[in-house]
């Protein structure tokens, strides 16, 4: 228990140590503050400003075709415009003019032939312009209908008839209820994989280095295979978390000193990020990782070079490859029944749970059912990954095939 | 030569599984929790960007030592093997010898009773050899057993008084060093004089194996040819500094035992 301590302490001091991993932190760090700090990055880009300001719209009525009456679109509003309002004659010269004087974002010239209402759409650059301004379009158009509609002088009767207000109610026949956000908890899974991947990949690495660094030697006279992989296990683990933790708290301290307040409220509602929810992530973090380092504990014994350490890990990555789009695609359809399937499969469960706890998808007996299998899948790789690397670890040749591995898995059962 | 030895010494040591037969040390299976052991490995090893120091402390904490314990042990190893200066600089940073001499250090740290030493000596100059030979000898005379390969036979002679020979994995020669050599007859004569006595030599009708600068080397059939020279060369008044009947060397054996195979 001791030495399991001694190998994964070392194991923490020795990776923090290396180059590479300072490095890559430091980079990730920076692309999160980058990350939070797009809106001032684009304001920088849109001559100080803010990239959600309002746009300016000027609309030209310059035959009345609204009647003189078109200022009661800015009562209405077009979400995203400060609308101005000209009845005066205004030529396109001038208009392109003031739009390239940045006076005005966008323009619309109003005029009507026979039946026919035009709108000539005026902007600096159709590129600049997400889609047909739909949203202008269904405004001036209803202005136009409530302005007609007051010419006729109807009741207010006729007047209700005419506009009803339309009630929505939405039902759905499945009984499981979806609940929770689903952003955050995609996101989540996202992370989770990737957390669980990279820092199980480390294992790896680690071990490859020792083997080839020829310190294995000593190490495996000094103690038994059993703690070296189990404390390197437990050492890169500990350091996942608090690459996991420095990354969440830089990803907060950036949102409260950048961003402007509530402005990531439509995309992620943190009531959801619940101490229930973190907890479950946590375990299913451990857990995920446990199973997947000690997998990669095996393959990295089984390379003595460590240009060979891609090769070998080749087929783990696409098991967790698959295991990650099995859980994804489950996200895209909660309630199918591959979900399931997905939530207890151990190559995908890690992914996929937190998801299906906090939408209310799993019952109890789903997570111990669930957990039970990632128990006794890491206690089989952890036995079989011991078992092949006290024995591939001083195996200085080739690469080892998988018929290798199984003859030496069969020769330390005899 | 893919003689067996390091194949030989993770079987003692239980690193690789053997196909049959027991290894024991005063009756115990030999394994970490029985004997207390120290190895070092003919495949040089150490952490690279890792200060000495503390490598040192991680090996010590594995074997079971504290802290304090460990920390007095490697500062007094560290001056008997001259790498006191090193021990806060990162492994990378020394010399082969240095880094063989650290290596060194981890296996006898925790004062094994057994200590296991493939190849100690190659790849180390004159002065670190003459430093890891003392360290030895004083391990030796503190009670400690210890079991060398090494292809450096003069090494094996030097330090060791029972030895087994192995070639393919086979035992060839086992016993007890002088007892051996007992068993095998005078065979060659060195000669050290002052002047030319080649011809007093080959007058006795026996080879010369090698000569350089009055130093000679002469093929014998028995002892008893090499006191006739002797006499001979006192009746001719020679000068000579060292007259020696040797029997064969530990590598003449083992070319004999090895060579042919």
């Known amino acids: ?414 | 030569m893919e003689l067996g030895k390091t194949t030989t010494i993770r079987m003692i040591l239980g690193i690789i599984k053997k196909d049959s037969g027991k290894i024991t040390w005063n009756d115990k299976q030999v394994e970490r929790k029985n004997v207390n052991f120290g190895y070092l490995p003919e495949e040089r090893g150490i952490y690279p960007k890792i200060k000495v120091y503390e490598q040192m402390m991680y090996f010590a904490k594995l074997k079971g030592m504290k802290v304090k314990e460990a920390d007095i042990e490697i500062k007094k190893w560290a001056d008997k093997l001259k790498v006191s200066e090193y021990l806060n600089m990162p492994a990378e940073k020394l010399s082969k010898g240095n880094q063989q001499k650290v290596q060194f250090m981890t296996a006898i740290l925790h004062s094994p009773e057994l200590l296991i030493l493939d190849e100690p000596f190659s790849g180390l100059d004159p002065v670190n050899t003459e430093i890891v030979k003392n360290v030895i000898i004083e391990l030796v005379k503190n009670g400690k057993y210890i079991i060398m390969s090494s292809h450096q036979m003069s090494s094996i002679e030097e330090f060791c008084s029972d030895v087994l020979i192995l070639n393919k994995g086979k035992t060839v020669l086992k016993g007890n060093l002088r007892e051996i050599k007992n068993k095998y007859p005078a065979n060659r004569v060195e000669i050290c004089s002052k002047q030319n006595i080649e011809n007093i030599i080959k007058e006795q009708n026996l080879d010369i194996c090698f000569s350089k600068d009055n130093d000679y080397e002469v093929k014998i059939n028995s002892e008893e040819d090499g006191y006739k020279l002797y006499k001979k060369l006192a009746e001719n008044n020679s000068d000579i500094l060292k007259f020696e009947i040797k029997k064969p060397s530990l590598n003449d054996i083992f070319i004999e035992k090895v060579g042919d195979k």
């Open chain 1, 1 to 414: 228990m001791r030495n399991l301590f001694n190998v994964a302490i070392f194991t923490i001091k020795d990776m923090i140590r290396r180059k590479s991993f300072i490095i890559s932190n430091i980079i990730i760090l920076l692309i999160i503050v980058a990350l939070f700090n797009i809106p001032n990055i684009l304001k920088l880009f849109n001559n100080g400003k803010d990239f959600d300001a309002n746009a300016k719209l000027l609309i030209v009525d310059e035959n009345n075709v609204f009647d003189g009456k078109l200022d009661v679109i800015k009562e209405i509003g077009i979400n995203g415009y400060d609308i101005e309002v000209s009845n005066d004659s205004i030529e396109y010269e001038k208009i392109k003019e003031k739009i390239d004087n940045k006076e005005y974002d966008e323009a619309i010239m109003v005029d009507s032939f026979e039946n026919t209402i035009s709108i000539q759409y005026i902007v600096e650059n159709l590129m600049y312009v997400d889609s047909v301004p739909e949203e202008i379009i269904s405004a001036i158009s209803s202005t136009y209908t409530n302005i007609q509609i007051q010419k006729l002088n109807l009741s207010k009767e006729e007047l209700l008839s005419i506009t009803p207000n339309f009630e929505l109610n939405l039902t759905q026949t499945e009984e499981k209820e979806v609940e929770g956000n689903n952003f955050v908890m995609m996101l989540l899974s996202i992370v989770l994989f990737y957390a669980i991947y990279f820092c199980a990949y480390q294992v790896s690495t680690s071990i490859t280095t020792e083997k080839t660094s020829k310190i294995i030697e000593t190490l495996v006279t000094s103690t038994s295979p059993k703690t070296i992989v189990l404390g390197k296990t437990i050492g890169i683990g500990i350091i996942g978390l608090i690459q996991i933790a420095v990354m969440i708290i830089t990803a907060f301290i950036s949102k409260t000193l950048f961003l402007e307040e509530g402005i990531l409220d439509s995309f992620i509602n943190f009531d959801n990020i619940t101490p229930s929810l973190l907890v479950i992530t946590l375990i299913y973090f451990l857990l995920g990782y446990a199973a997947y380092a000690l997998i990669y504990a095996l393959t990295g014994s089984t390379v003595s070079k460590p240009e060979e350490v891609q090769s070998a890990n080749g087929p783990v990555a696409i098991l967790a490859v698959i295991g990650f789009y099995l859980s994804y695609f489950t996200m895209m359809n909660p309630t199918s029944n591959l979900n399931e399937i997905a939530a207890l499969l151990p190559i995908s469960s890690p992914f996929c749970m937190p998801f299906r706890i906090m939408m209310g998808l799993a019952e109890t007996k789903d997570i111990v059912f669930s957990i039970g299998i990632l128990l006794v899948t890491i206690f089989i790789v952890a036995k079989v990954s011991i078992k092949i690397y006290s024995s591939a670890i001083l195996n200085y040749g080739s690469k080892l095939s998988l018929k290798d591995i199984v003859r030496i898995y069969k020769n330390k059962n005899d």
